[in-house]
């Protein structure tokens, strides 16, 4: 199943080798790999049914691939519908216990997002730092996840804070969004309040519980938490939705045809 | 009855009010190192080890240059370890404790902070014998003379081992920090060193220049840290029209940059130590540099890319919900001193500051007698009058109204607090009836960065527990498809005699 393959470090290794080639002897210094603006002259060949899919145009909306669900395994696919501006939280050194000694690498936390209902949050490690900052904006690109707006009073002007409270739980931490008149801004402490602003929500009260310094477990309970306002099923969805194929169904035909 | 009428009208705040807070401004850190140790050679004839637990002990390699060079700086003290002498650099800290008092410590050059390494080694000793922490090497010049003992301070003692080590991650925290806020400053301006264009905000914009326009790689902008001085420097060497590689001078510009094309001379000399300590990759591991880094650690990058099937993918997604955490990938990343500020909270009815909000709302209950859990269970408020609750008060106390009596004639904050505190901290709430605190305008926060808003609840599990639980099922039944999947695909190979690689 080629869907299995996890096609964004397909896309990596390429990369590396042909950045170190030229540099003889100090590649660190010479910068080994092309530059993150550089990557555009270099052609998207898409691994997977829906790389293809998309890379033919064959899809319209990122919507289409949420509501069924299917797993996105190359970020391209993100790249083609949405322009998201990233952000490095916090880079964290680790270290790992190895026979000879100890090992040091650099961890990066990015979060992506385009400030209008899409966020993702990406970890990466590595040895370089630049190596983790690109590593982690593509993991980051792979999680994107869309965010369901709403009003807390009247249904005027554009959805400005999420539909109704809901909770996340990751760790000991748990996290809780709870709707807030138009005006009230982000009420949070200040890396979820990050996350909020990236995600397109203008105004929140939150609440939080447990060891809130775990910065991570923090994150990402707020992550879940905005996930599942999508999840969550308010009487205006309760109409019934006529099912459509799945775009692999939909597109089998070109989807078999052998590549030439 | 009260008339509510009466109460001094307030009106919506334009925008939020911010806490002052007498904040330490953490000041930006640049690391100290210890400079090459040239004049401290030790000459050993013949070695008698002495005591307990010692490897063999080859002469200190003092010339070997630390890989991380340190800059001078004058205002750093070195006190020495056994008396009260300092000296302002290293090299003479360390002469002064050799010769004095016959004293050496082990790989010194991989000390991040000699500094604060003698200085808690000072405290230690004081009050007991040297040989307790270090050991004691015995030398002897020529038969006839004395023995004289050196002591030796190295990592072979735990407690030694964990300072250089907790040195070494405070120095690396430290430049992490440097560079975030390197790269999160807007205000970041710096002229190209090889043309007049000055660029402003992008640091790696600076970087993607010099690689375009001049063909002059130094590498990506994340992986380095204090730009600024690093293109001073480039921008100095070109000024002399010195090549930056081979650091030949040449007779002008145009020859040079024949030079550098002829030669493809388009990078940093990697082995000038110079630079070092502009590259985040040399502070990783002390005493080693990349190219030690690179021998030693090879590929060691594949266990992150193992193939992982998607059952396992799902079994650990499952764990997750449940809450047994398997992947520990968020798990590194907690915040350490800088939180304390953003943790911290105010008291409503007075202006102490407090660590977090659970001791804020402690305080408010045993020295105000406000009991705001208590307040919320038997008034049944719900989360937007508890909200409305908190910022009227905090609004009132800003206004100097008293938020349960509505007297609006204090002055200053002195006899403001004390009426808030008479009659054991009566006044120190609000009445339930009083209309005033429910008007909607306190439904904007009325400081921003409020920890007592975002903290006063108690968790609910209920809203949480059914989306568990549906996504349990989802994803049990997911999981058992799945291995159907697998089984049957399996089966039909075997079947078929096609054997997986």
């Known amino acids: 199943m080629a869907d299995t393959t996890t096609a964004a470090q397909a896309d990596q290794k390429p990369t590396r080798a042909f950045g170190r080639q030229p540099q003889r002897g100090a590649p660190q210094r010479g910068g080994a790999r092309p530059q993150r603006g550089a990557q555009e002259p270099k052609s998207w060949v898409p691994v997977t049914k829906l790389g293809r899919l998309v890379a033919q145009g064959l899809i319209k909306n990122i919507h289409e691939i949420y509501l069924f669900s299917l797993p996105i395994k190359e970020f391209q696919i993100i790249d083609r519908f949405l322009h998201l501006k990233d952000e490095v939280m916090k880079i964290v050194p680790v270290q790992k216990q190895t026979r000879a000694g100890q090992r040091t690498r650099f961890k990066a936390f990015v979060v992506v997002g385009d400030h209008n209902g899409h966020v993702g949050l990406g970890v990466k490690c590595a040895k370089e730092v630049a190596t983790a900052i690109s590593g982690a904006i593509v993991a980051a690109k792979l999680s994107v996840i869309p965010v369901r707006r709403g009003y807390w009073g009247n249904k005027l002007g554009a959805p400005h804070t999420v539909p109704t409270k809901v909770t996340g739980k990751c760790g000991s931490v748990a996290v809780r969004l709870v709707p807030a008149p138009r005006g009230t801004g982000i009420v949070a402490a200040r890396v979820p309040k990050k996350l909020l602003q990236f995600a397109g929500v203008d105004d929140v009260y939150t609440s939080s519980r447990g060891k809130t310094r775990t910065m991570g477990n923090f994150v990402m309970a707020t992550f879940f938490a905005i996930t599942k306002t999508f999840a969550y099923l308010t009487p205006d969805l309760w109409r019934e939705v006529k099912l459509i194929k799945t775009p692999y169904q939909e597109h089998s035909a070109i989807l078999s045809e052998k590549k030439e | ?501």
Not at chain 2, 96 to 114: C, E, P, R, S
Not at chain 2, 186 to 193: D, K
Not at chain 2, 307 to 317: E, F, L, P, R, T
Not at chain 2, 394 to 410: H, L, N, T, V
């Open chain 2, 1 to 501: 009855m009260q008339d509510w009428s009466k109460w001094p009208t307030v009106e919506p705040l334009k925008s939020s009010l911010t806490f002052d807070f007498n904040l330490k401004v953490p000041t930006i850190i640049t690391p100290t190192t210890t400079t090459a140790t040239t004049a401290t050679t030790i000459s050993i004839n013949s070695l008698n080890i002495g005591q307990s637990d010692s490897e063999d002990f080859s002469a200190s390699d003092a010339e070997s240059t630390s890989s991380v060079v340190s800059s001078t700086n004058n205002s750093i003290k070195y006190p020495c370890l056994l008396c009260s002498h300092f000296e302002f650099e290293s090299r003479t800290i360390l002469e002064h404790i050799f010769n004095q008092h016959k004293f050496v410590i082990a790989d010194v050059n991989q000390i991040t902070n000699l500094s604060s390494y003698l200085e808690h080694w000072k405290k230690q000793f004081v009050g007991k014998p040297l040989t307790e922490f270090t050991t004691v090497v015995q030398t002897q010049t020529s038969k006839s003379e004395p023995i004289t003992n050196y002591y030796l301070l190295s990592d072979i003692l735990p407690q030694d081992q964990n300072i250089r080590k907790k040195l070494q991650t405070d120095q690396l925290n430290s430049i992490l920090e440097q560079q975030h806020s390197e790269r999160i400053n807007p205000s970041f301006t710096c002229a190209c060193p090889m043309c007049p264009i000055t660029f402003k905000g992008d640091r790696s914009s600076v970087t993607t220049h010099l690689v375009e326009q001049h063909n002059f790689n130094i590498g990506l902008s994340d992986n380095l840290v204090n730009l600024k001085e690093l293109l001073e420097i480039l921008k100095e060497k070109c000024d002399e029209i010195q090549c930056l590689y081979c650091e030949k001078t040449f007779k002008s510009q145009s020859v040079l940059k024949l030079h550098m094309k002829k030669k493809k001379h388009n990078r940093l000399n990697p082995t000038n130590t110079t630079y070092d300590k502009y590259y985040l990759l040399n502070y990783l591991e002390p005493g080693k540099n990349w190219e030690d880094l690179k021998k030693d650690h090879g590929d060691n990058d594949d266990d992150d890319n193992k193939y992982i099937n998607n059952i396992d993918i799902m079994k650990q997604a499952q764990n997750e919900n449940n809450g047994n955490h398997q992947i520990t990938h968020w798990d590194d990343w907690t915040e350490g001193s800088d939180n304390e500020i953003e943790d911290s909270a105010v008291c409503l009815f007075c202006e102490t500051h407090f660590d977090n909000s659970d001791c804020a709302f402690d305080h408010m209950r045993n020295v105000h007698n406000f009991d705001f859990d208590k307040k919320r269970k038997s008034w049944n408020l719900d989360y937007y009058e508890s909200i409305k609750l908190l910022n009227f008060v905090r609004r009132c106390i800003y206004e100097m109204i008293c938020c349960y009596c509505g007297d609006k004639s204090f002055k200053d904050k002195q006899s403001f607090f004390s009426h808030l505190h008479s009659n054991q901290h009566e006044h120190c709430g609000v009445v339930q009836d009083n209309p005033i605190w429910k008007d909607a305008q306190y439904l904007f926060p009325t400081y921003e960065n409020d920890n007592i808003l975002t903290n006063f609840e108690e968790f609910d599990e209920s809203e949480n527990q059914q989306y568990l639980e549906e996504e349990l099922e989802y994803q049990s039944n997911l999981i058992d498809e799945m291995q159907q999947n697998r089984d049957n695909i399996l089966r039909k190979m075997n079947e078929s005699n096609i054997t997986l690689n």
